[in-house]
């Protein structure tokens, strides 16, 4: 069985800092590109932050570059996300996301249950 555990959300005020974790089991995490998502409630889900398979190509969204940090350790199956100078537009519930690619085109992916972040004073 595949599964992604995500953890490390919580409560933070505006300017703080979290660093979320995703474990990954029943596949070969290796061979499979990483992200992570995050969606509000009432707001769509969107694509916060990839990762290749051997982490050296990352990118991020506009809302989020320069302030957060994707990284993968492989030999422990764990994908991570530090969050810098964290806003209030930042809450949100926090997904790990894995695929796999054939000539561009995913043919595998699994989603983790997802994490609460909130950033309020």
């Known amino acids: 069985q595949v599964q992604l555990v995500e953890s490390g959300g919580g409560l933070v005020q505006p300017g703080g800092s979290l660093r979320l974790s995703c474990a990954a089991s029943?596949?070969?995490?290796?061979?499979?590109?990483m992200s992570w998502y995050r969606q509000a409630p009432g707001e769509e889900r969107e694509l916060v932050a990839d990762?290749?398979?051997?982490?050296?190509?990352?990118k991020y969204s506009d809302a989020v570059k320069g302030r957060f940090s994707i990284s993968r350790e492989n030999a422990k199956d764990t994908v991570y996300l530090q969050m810098n100078s964290l806003k209030p537009e930042d809450t949100g519930v926090y997904y790990c996301y894995a695929n796999s690619r054939d000539s561009y085109v995913v043919v595998r992916d699994y989603w983790g249950q997802g994490t609460q972040v909130t950033v309020s004073s």
């Open positions: 029943g596949f070969i995490f290796s061979h499979y590109a």
């Open positions: 990762i290749s398979r051997g982490g050296i190509l990352k």
